[in-house]
């Protein structure tokens, strides 16, 4: 039924994952690279055509400089922070309170309103940009941090509510019933059982509700407009000149913006993984 691990299979198959294994790492980290490389460029090199050269003349000062001084990047960023924080707060919140409900309680309708949450995450997000965009623009809510939170913490509430309806649907349920027993209350059973045992899939839903959010380009185009809610993703258009792409400065703010999903990895990373592997062994 698995696939049998590398270590128990033939000589040749071991060979050719050690050689096709770096061989796709590479593949995959090459656009990473050009990007990099690209935002150390200097102009000049670019237009004479030096896309994966080395590049004649290091900018790395220059052009992380000029970012931050040609445009409002750093208010972008603290949109982006605006937008993401509470929006990871607001929707983890909400599907731990609801994934417990879901998890705990048995009633006819559970299956049902699971299925709702579920039948959420299947909606292409594309067919709502009309009517998502008309419902900010009557409720005051268009071009605003605050449409962007709650358009945010509604679409990822589903996918949260799955991810913790299912871990707390795997943890022993007789330490609930003890609970009850003893006469706790369902509040004080959620925050002083339930809740710490949440704490490896809440880290590792946080950093993927984080990353989520903060790459999110298609919703800060369709319901921001100006800068005063834009995030970085949608801001570093405003890295570009007017007739002339500054690709140099695209990449070294694409760098920055990449910055803060992947120091939140790196340090969430031992809470993320064990979150992610739960349970998937035996004993």
Known sequence: M??????????????????????????????????????????????????????????????YTAIFTSSPIGQYLFNSFKITVPTVIASVGLSCLAGFALGTYRFKANLFVFFVFIAGNFVPFQILMVPVRDLTLKL???????????????????????????????LPFELIEAARVDGASEFVIFRRIVLPLMRPAIAALAVLI??????????????????????????????????????HLVSAGSIVAALPPVAMFFLMQKHFIAGLTLGATKG
């Not at 605003?144 to 707390?168: D, K, P, W």
């Open 210 to 247: 984080f990353t989520f959010v903060w790459n999110d380009y298609f919703w800060a185009q369709v319901l921001v407009q100006g800068d005063s809610a834009m995030p970085v993703t949608g801001g570093l258009k405003s890295l570009n000149g007017l007739y002339v792409a500054s690709w």
């Open 2 to 63: 698995f696939p049998t691990p590398i270590a128990k299979t033939g000589p040749l198959t071991r060979r050719f994952y050690m050689i096709s294994l770096p061989v796709a790492l590479i593949l995959w980290l090459l656009p990473l690279i050009a990007v990099l490389l690209t935002s150390v460029r200097s102009a000049g090199d670019i237009n004479a055509g030096n896309y994966w050269g080395w590049p004649t003349q290091w900018n790395l000062v220059e052009n």
């Open 140 to 170: 005051g809510l268009y071009d605003t941090v605050t449409g962007l939170v709650l358009f945010h913490t509604a679409f990822q509430t589903g996918f949260c509510t799955l991810f913790m309806r299912n871990f707390i649907k795997a």
